[in-house]
């Protein structure tokens, strides 16, 4: 519906027709209407299609010009029946009539006045009908003012808001003088439904029209508000991309005219730049300029580019050929790591053997795998910086500890949001070289979970056969390893798994003996400690007899890290006492460490004060590195039971039983002969039972004591034993020998029984321990009981004599080595 306001000004002041006044009931033609409803005095074009509509213009045109225009009650009905109309329309003059081309007729009417249909005096072939006038107050009150002024405040808010209603609506409006015109020219100009206009055109009373009206503007101006501010929103959006756009468009062209280009531009090229001079392998090399391909078709403002770009920076800052020359001399090499580290022997020489291999057959030879085994504080890590220096290569290092995801490896891949490659090449990335020295460690604490197995992960990173093209999943891309030199340290190789034990070269770490620990603290530790504690000027010197009573009483380890704490500790107290401007010793003394680290915190591996029946001195392997253990029997009288107690594993409790099978079988023989098994029961303890213990390696010494218990004979006090036994009196080797010797040296134990084919293992003790200890190796039971027990048996009867000594004929003696033992 077009609408022109300077018609309606002009039309303001045109009086009605002469017709108006008049009360009777009059016959007129009706139009009827779809999508629009007229008001009195509104100037309104309408343009007519349907036949029945046409002659109704026509008849009107025929006489004077008068015309009902009624709207119809559902617009979908093409031909309506009286039925379909609304009883309230318009009476309307028609001021012109044009034929379109296609056939319709367009006529300019104006509205006259309200009317109400009375009845329908024709149908055919147009609509008639009889129409009596509705006439509305013309008075002027306060509420109407009031009510107009409230209507003219709200359609000039809408105005301004409505950007398809001009200002001269308002300017119109502003010009109205009566209530009842003003709401029918507003009402005119609103765009709203068909159903409210009829609702207005129905009211003829001019305030309730105006009450309606109001109630309609406010609804829609809150509608227009809203609308304005979701329109302001969206379009400040816009107006900031156009603005970058813009801005960035103005950029490039600054920048053409300057001889530069733009910054997306310079970063690619800077980009190829870098990848050319990163001497990537020609597979990495594609891969990199397709994914800077892909990156320079994308907008700069694209979530992908981030991705790409921090993809590309990994494939860059990777070392895929830059390396450090490896230092080849080995007398270098041994006075670094002799300089460093006291001990490690094994060690040291396998590492001198590799830097001369690699002297002689160069690139040849693929880069070891190496396992650093053993207890803590033994020096492992340490060791593997000394031969990073040694060899003049970059020492990096990566704690798996705790890792159970297996992308801590492996990374992730790059559809995950914040990927990055796995801990191996970031650690690459770190080194900057392509041929570190690795250092992995903690290997025996990876776990597994849900997440995958770690260990799994580390098989291809391990593996000389494979590592040369390790896969990480973020890379995507293969990168060589070959050329790292992989250590890796535990401290107990039963964790590992047995497919990745089987890729690494086994270096044991033993526990430190005492006289290791004494050159240890004099050589590196006590200096060190000095020097970061302040007190180089004058020195503190330790007494030897003072740091062996640290070792012994105040240390309980197979490394020196508390060892290096009670020195620190000693150091601290030293140099407050010298900041509070108080006398410090010169030299520490075994007498002064009570002042200084109080009383002693463990007793140091004594020995039993005396011969004893029914206990026997063993030995154990533990973390710590070794420790004298001791196997107390008693016997009682009973039922023939035996209890054992002490926390021991099945493996112990099964040596327990076989020792007490092997007495009662040879009970003749061990002049047992009066005891009757099933009137006693025996008890079998070993002391400290807040400690788990297992293992087969205490079958002798539990054998010894039952015997002894069951013999009445005391066992030797300065004697420690070891060995599996079987129900037929053999002594089989075991495992961890060093450590347990080294615990029986530790507490002056130099007597020392173990199988004679654990004899090989003697190389690896210190030729130190060697002098001073006796060695009593054994393939019987017989033989141990011979060296263990104080006193020979009781004489038997004379008839078992000479079967006795055909058993100790077939026994045979014990081989015994003895050392020149040293004073401690």
């Not at 604490?445 to 056969?465: C, H, I, Y």
Request: negative net charge; glycine residues 6%.
């Amino acid at each position: 519906m077009s609408i022109d306001y300077r018609d309606i000004l002009d039309d303001l002041q045109t009086p009605q027709s002469a017709d108006t006044d008049a009360d009777e009931e009059r016959d007129y033609p009706v139009l009827p209407v779809r999508d629009t409803v007229l008001y009195p005095r509104m100037v309104t074009p309408l343009f007519v299609g349907r036949d029945r509509s046409l002659k109704a213009v026509e008849a009107a045109t025929a006489t004077d010009g008068v015309l009902v225009v009624v709207a119809q009650k559902d617009m979908e009905i093409v031909d309506p029946l009286p039925k379909d109309l609304y009883t309230v329309g318009t009476e309307v003059l028609i001021g012109r009539t044009l034929r379109m081309p296609d056939g319709t007729t367009s006529i300019l009417c104006q509205g006259q006045r309200r009317i109400r249909i009375v009845e329908f005096t024709q149908t055919e072939p147009y609509l008639r009908v009889r129409v009596a006038p509705i006439y509305e107050p013309s008075e002027k009150t306060i509420s109407s003012e009031a009510l107009m002024r409230a209507v003219l405040a709200l359609f000039e808010k809408i105005v301004q808001l409505n950007r398809s209603l001009p200002e001269d609506a308002y300017v119109a409006a502003m010009n109205v003088s009566e209530p009842g015109w003003l709401a029918d020219l507003v009402a005119s100009i609103l765009n709203i439904s068909v159903a409210q206009r009829q609702e207005l055109l129905e009211t003829s009373d001019p305030n309730t029209r105006l009450q309606k009206l109001s109630i309609i503007l406010a609804k829609e101006l809150d509608v227009l508000e809203l609308e304005n501010r979701i329109h302001s929103q969206v379009q400040k959006e816009v107006d900031r991309s156009q603005r970058e756009y813009f801005l960035r468009e103005q950029i490039k062209a600054i920048q053409q005219e300057l001889g530069e280009g733009d910054t997306q531009t310079m970063e690619i090229a800077e980009l190829r730049e870098k990848i050319a001079a990163a001497g990537m392998p020609e597979e990495v090399r594609a891969r990199a300029e397709k994914e800077l391909q892909r990156l320079a078709e994308m907008p700069p403002m694209s979530p992908e580019t981030t991705v790409i770009r921090t993809y590309l920076d990994w494939l860059i800052e990777l070392p895929w050929s830059t390396q450090t020359e490896d230092n080849l001399d080995v007398e270098n090499a041994a006075r670094i790591l002799e300089s460093r580290h006291y001990g490690l022997k094994k060690a040291k020489e396998r590492i001198l053997e590799y830097i001369a291999v690699r002297k002689l057959a160069g690139s040849k030879m693929r880069s070891p795998i190496l396992c650093f085994a053993g207890p803590p504080g033994t020096g492992k890590t340490s060791l593997g910086q000394s031969i990073a220096e040694a060899l003049g290569r970059k020492f990096v290092r990566v704690s798996l500890g705790g890792i159970r995801d297996e992308a801590e490896i492996r990374g992730h891949r790059r559809t995950y949001v914040g990927a990055l490659p796995g801990r191996i090449i970031q650690t690459m990335r770190r080194a900057g070289t392509v041929n570190p020295l690795f250092m992995l460690d903690e290997i025996d604490k990876v776990g597994m979970d849900f997440r995958g197995d770690p260990t799994s992960a580390l098989l291809e990173v391990l593996d000389p056969e494979q590592n040369h093209a390790f896969s990480d999943h973020y890379l995507e891309v293969p990168y060589d390893l070959s050329k790292v030199l992989f250590i890796t340290t535990a401290n107990f190789l039963d964790p590992i798994a047995p497919a990745l034990r089987d890729r690494m070269e086994v270096i044991e770490f033993p526990g430190y003996i005492e006289e290791e620990k004494l050159e240890i603290a004099r050589r590196f530790l006590i200096p060190e400690q000095i020097e970061e504690h302040g007190l180089s000027d004058s020195p503190p010197t330790f007494s030897t007899e003072a740091i062996r009573h640290i070792i012994r009483e105040y240390t309980y380890e197979a490394g020196v890290r508390n060892l290096e704490r009670a020195i620190a500790n000693i150091c601290r107290k030293l140099a407050r006492a010298k900041a509070e401007g108080k006398r410090v010793p010169a030299r520490i003394t075994a007498g002064m460490l009570h002042k200084y680290l109080g009383p002693p915190e463990f007793s140091y591996g004594e020995a039993e004060e005396k011969d004893e029946i029914g206990v026997a001195t063993g030995v154990a392997y533990t973390e710590t590195g070794g420790d004298i253990m001791t196997v107390e029997v008693t016997v009682m009288e009973g039922k023939g039971s035996l209890n054992l107690t002490g926390q021991l594993g099945e493996v112990m409790q099964e040596s327990a039983q076989a020792a007490l099978s092997y007495a009662r079988s040879h009970a003749a023989d061990l002049g047992l002969k009066a005891r009757d098994f099933d009137k006693i029961d025996i008890h079998v303890h070993v002391p400290e039972g807040a400690v788990p213990k297992d293992g087969p390696s205490a079958g002798v010494t539990i054998a010894t004591a039952l015997v002894s218990a069951l013999s009445e004979r005391p066992v030797r006090r300065d004697v420690a034993m070891t060995g599996e036994i079987t129900l037929r009196g053999r002594v089989l080797p075991v495992g961890g020998l060093r450590e347990k010797i080294l615990a029986a040296h530790r507490a002056r134990i130099y007597t020392f029984i173990l199988p004679k084919k654990n004899q090989k293992d003697l190389v690896e003790l210190p030729a130190k321990v060697r002098r001073d200890m006796t060695f009593v190796f054994v393939e019987r039971m017989e033989q141990v009981l011979a060296t263990a027990l104080a006193q020979p048996p009781a004489p038997e009867a004379e008839a078992t004599a000479p079967k006795k000594k055909a058993r100790r004929a077939k026994a045979g003696a014990a081989d015994v080595v003895e050392g020149r033992r040293s004073s401690p």
